[in-house]
């Protein structure tokens, strides 16, 4: 992000904050305040700023290392579902016990 693009999101957020002043602060007190109010915004823009680049690095890391080694796992039509689970989705009546039973015995098989 440019400076320029900086100072006008710097300059909007500042005409936001002082058209909610109040009209009888002096002028030392308004400038305290937008000063204490600036700071904080721009420490937490900064903060923001760092975790976008966080995650951009976390997420071309993942990108970069973790290729999938068999396109057939991504495939859907390779994991067939278990008939009884679908019955009870149809039914509307997930018993615990019967999910776990599933899920085990198509872990098993698959």
Known sequence: MSEIECDEEE?????HVTSHLPPDW???RRDVYIQHV????????????E?????????????ENFKPQ????YDFNQ?????NLLAM??????????VKQVCSSS????
Do not use: V
């Open 11 to 15: 300059q909007s957020f500042l005409r």
């Open 70 to 73: 068999s396109p057939e796992l």
């Open 107 to 110: 872990l098993i098989y698959s």
């Open 51 to 63: 975790e976008e680049r966080f995650m951009e690095k976390y997420l071309s890391t993942i990108r």
């Open 79 to 83: 994991w067939p579902i278990d008939e």
């Open 89 to 98: 989705l149809n039914r509307d009546s997930l018993d615990p016990d019967l």
């Open 38 to 49: 600036l700071a904080s915004w721009r420490k937490h823009r900064e903060h923001s700023r």
């Open 26 to 28: 002096s002028d030392e």
